[in-house]
């Protein structure tokens, strides 16, 4: 895979300050959603790695300065003498510059392409930038912008949509750093974008809207890419918008990030190639509407922390199929229906040769969900699922911000809240490209498929309170009754705030030192946390 960074070690420096959002109502509007008693800053630095080196950039000699206050765009762009507006700072960069920009209100940025007034023509430029232009907070600062809308997907003649295959239209080396955005971002046929450490949501008072405006707005996304190139969303938070990130586009990092509070899914795939979604931290999703309900049917919506599906229309500007993903890293909970659901594509689709292509996902740890935990409900050609981490936290009854009460089955592990699934018709063909290994998991040992479990499936550790001790043959792991992590007795959030990482193995635990490497795949260098594997590695997420 050409995207294929592994977590560096966590530098875990807690700094124990309480980030408290308080609310006033359980229905309150869409820009107050965040709400609860959340250790935010324990959370993110525990569980979050903003300091992986792969990532760091360095500015270029050339500065300006933008002041929404005190600038004028008959100044120099000084420190001293700033720009008033962005746009004007941008128009006088060719590549290299750094823009730093101080506190104020700037409005939308619309930029990359040629847009045309009063019309919904637009046409690509070839090259906008010839090396990367950075738009950074001032230090100290946090600039605000509404929307943001780079690029376009549209051809030369300004009407058409370009071919997915073509890999974007325009190579815009534009870096955003360190705002905060309120009305969503969208990347169209840009190559070279990269949006970090900023705080992006979408404007709307969700619970007063109309069926068909939560709908709309549901359908919405905090950061929206369509046939993009090499674009990086790093260490951002994205809260109180429809979906978190809408994606099919190719080289794509979804790195860091806290995606939460959200009435839609955490993360949207829906094709292209080379993907990386690591170390997010993606929780507290829910639209407030139960999906049986008849008064909202149409509108509600199923909401999962990770909803792939292959978009079924015709035309060439979408893509066929989604390949060369590895999903590493990441930690679901408290989201309304499954906390990763693939949906099978077409069959006009596969039969063009479409669908899904060596996915790895690995090192995760997933919480109960409230529908069916896992749902791989296609066929992959290539699926490697190990070092994962099902937590079992029986009185983790949770509330959502719509006043909704979820968790009322956690304390069940045979329970669909705890299940991971594979659909056994889908995968009868690729049995050899399957691999689950090295994976905690909580339920009664049929995990993988209603067929059994059977399909490269080593060392696993089934655990449930009312199993019987049990080894399943030379390699197939155990059924336990011990907990092989510490027991989470109360709330998960609660147990996060206090600073502890989940799925943290017992001393002594069968995980420890169990892990299955007698295959073809490369081991796993780092656990959950960056933490080094030996050669000898645990089950699950976490390395002791």
Not at 122 to 140: N, Q, R, Y
Not at 200 to 216: P, V, W
Request: proline share 2%; charged share 15%; net charge negative.
């Amino acid at each position: 895979m050409s995207v294929t960074s592994n977590q560096s070690y966590f530098c875990v420096a807690i700094a124990i300050a309480a980030c408290l959002y308080l609310f006033s109502s359980a229905y309150a509007s869409a820009s107050e959603q965040q709400v609860g008693n959340y250790n935010y800053e324990v959370m993110e630095n525990l569980l979050i790695n903003k300091t992986d080196a792969t990532y760091d950039y360095t500015v270029g000699e050339k500065a300006y300065y933008v002041s929404a206050e005190n600038g004028s765009n008959e100044s120099e762009g000084t420190k001293s003498a700033p720009f008033a507006t962005i746009s004007y700072a941008l128009s006088q960069a060719i590549g290299g510059e750094v823009i730093y920009v101080m506190d104020g209100h700037y409005g939308d940025l619309r930029f990359g392409a040629n847009y045309f007034a009063n019309s919904s023509k637009s046409t690509p430029i070839e090259e906008v930038f010839t090396d990367w232009v950075t738009l950074k907070a001032m230090p100290g600062h946090t600039p605000v912008l509404g929307n943001v809308t780079l690029g376009t997907t549209h051809d030369k003649g300004g009407w058409y949509r370009i071919d997915f295959d073509q890999k974007g239209n325009s190579d815009l080396r534009l870096r955003i750093d360190g705002f905060k955005i309120t009305d969503n971002v969208t990347i169209n046929g840009s190559r070279y974008v990269d949006i970090r450490n900023c705080r992006i949501s979408q404007l709307g008072d969700f619970a007063s809207m109309t069926l068909n405006e939560k709908n709309e707005y549901m359908q919405s996304a905090g950061v929206h890419i369509f046939n993009g190139r090499y674009i990086n969303l790093l260490y951002n938070e994205i809260l109180n918008t429809g979906v978190g990130v809408w994606a099919m586009t190719n080289d794509l990092v979804i790195k860091g990030n806290h995606i939460h509070h959200l009435t839609h899914d955490g993360i949207q795939p829906h094709g292209g190639s080379n993907w990386l979604i690591e170390n997010n931290l993606i929780h507290d999703l829910d639209d407030g509407m139960s999906d049986g309900d008849e008064e909202t049917k149409g509108v509600n919506m199923h909401v999962d922390g990770m909803h792939i599906y292959i978009i079924n229309t015709s035309g060439t500007a979408y893509a066929r199929s989604l390949e060369n993903v590895t999903i590493r890293g990441n930690f679901f909970y408290h989201v309304e229906s499954m906390d990763i659901m693939v949906g099978a594509a077409a069959k006009w689709i596969q039969a063009l040769g479409g669908g899904y292509k060596h996915f790895v996902v690995e090192n995760n740890i997933f919480a109960p969900s409230n529908g069916t935990l896992v749902i791989l409900g296609a066929g992959f050609d290539g699926l490697v699922f190990r070092h994962n981490t099902v937590l079992y936290t029986p009185n983790d009854q949770w509330q959502s911000v719509w006043g909704r009460a979820f968790g009322q089955t956690f304390a069940t592990p045979t329970a669909d809240d705890y299940y991971i699934q594979t659909w056994w018709s889908s995968i009868l063909n690729h049995r050899a490209d399957y691999y689950f290994d090295n994976n905690i998991v909580v339920n009664t040992g049929t995990v993988w498929t209603s067929g059994g479990d059977n399909i490269n499936a080593n060392m696993n550790l089934y655990f449930n309170p009312n199993h019987s001790e049990q080894v399943l043959g030379s390699s197939g792991g155990y059924k336990t009754a011990v907990s092989p992590y510490v027991v989470i007795d109360g709330a998960l959030q609660d147990y996060l705030d206090a600073g502890n990482i989940p799925g943290t193995l017992e001393s002594g635990s069968l995980a420890v030192d169990n892990g299955y490497t007698e295959n073809a795949l490369t081991p796993l260098d780092t656990d959950f946390s960056g933490k080094e594997r030996d050669q000898t590695p645990d089950i699950g997420a976490i390395e002791l």
